[in-house]
């Protein structure tokens, strides 16, 4: 039992168990990124220690015999499946854990194959939840819990540890099964809200307003296949072995990478997806039939269009900046239509702008808006490069002709 013994004498070890902070889990992640061997050892004393009741959180000579016991009772008998911890009471400052029902945790147990065979993953099974109606980021895992995040940018890492840090200071357990290749999370980035998610397998994701992502607890298997509704930018961590594969809802349409940065923006809403590469080799798969796909190959600065109207993908070298300035809340673009730009101010202001006659759909412009001034200021601006006259209608309505 020596190799538990050593982590109870370590304070670091009780102390992060109990008062996790982003610098411990920084230290114990990396210390399993040195030490993978110790992994199991980790994760089994770490789930022992939170059920253990103690006042002060320092482990008198009675606990540590008490959890021996534990160990010792627990290897000898046959393994359960570990239930999924309760979120602490601290979350209570981002919104209420709401109770969800039956049908939210069945839509979740998918089937993970090919195209054309059983469709592993549809949209459609996700509850009916308006992105209008959020005023917050909603993080949905597996276990049916549900988070509100009320921040305007917020962050959602999840670990080696199967942790769930959010906004570098909360942390809470993700679901035991995620070995299971179907436990899915969900997190719904309302309008006027960005948020990044840093994945298990160390890729980073910066979802943009009005965006679902889907997304596995933990990568097993051949892939690494998330699913997206809205826009994202993509720094994905390397692994030939393992190639990231974003799916969305063109079933026909997927893009494939090993290691590389790209930006997708997939509304639901938009006549076109498109893919912009920035760094490394994308390869977006068209597929022709259940045993076909035709790939197109997008190297650095080159830009991707699926028409959904026609089924077909065209290539184009674009200034990379257009499509990912976002990120920095900056909206950059070179001959635009004034309808699609105006788009996006809706999107990243959760206001509705009202394009008046026909003229105004047709001109294009060429410019940047500093999206971090206040709204009114944006639209003035985008106002004049329009050459449009902007009429305030109320607080989240406004008329351009």
Known sequence: MSQYSKYLDDQRFIDWIYHPTAKNNLYWESF??????????????????????????????????????????HLERPQKPTKVRRLPLRFMRYAAILAITVGLGSYFVLEWGSWGAKEEFSFDTLPTTSLDSLTETQLILNSGQQLGISNTKSTVKYTRLGEVIVNDNDTLATSKTAENATALNQLIV?????????????????????????????????????????????????????????????????????GTKFNVSAYATDQHILAVLTEGEVHINKAINPFYSKKTKLQPGELATWNKADKGIGVQSVNTDDYTLWMEGILQFESQSVHHVAKKIERFYNIQ??????????????????????????????????ALKLNKMNDKTYGMK
Do not use: M, W, Y
Request: hydrophobic fraction near 35%; include cysteine.
């Open 190 to 258: 309302p309008f006027g809200k960005r948020s990044k998610v840093s994945l298990s397998d160390g890729s980073v994701v910066h979802l943009n307003a009005g965006s679902r992502f889907v997304f596995p607890e933990k990568f097993n298997g051949n892939d690494r296949k998330v699913f997206l509704d809205g826009e994202a930018f993509f720094e994905v961590a390397s692994n030939k072995d393992q190639p990231f594969i974003v799916k969305t809802l063109e079933k026909e349409l997927e893009i494939e990478v090993v």
């Open 32 to 73: 399993l990124v040195e030490h993978p061997e110790e992994e199991e050892t980790i994760c089994h004393l770490k789930n022992i220690l939170q059920s253990l009741k103690t006042k002060d959180h320092d482990l008198t000579g009675i606990e540590k015999k008490e959890i021996l016991e534990k160990i010792l009772t």
């Open 353 to 386: 702008i009202n394009l008046e006659g026909t003229t105004a759909n047709e001109i294009r412009i060429s410019g940047k808006l500093d999206l971090s001034n206040d709204v009114e200021k944006t639209l003035t601006n985008f106002a004049v490069v329009s």
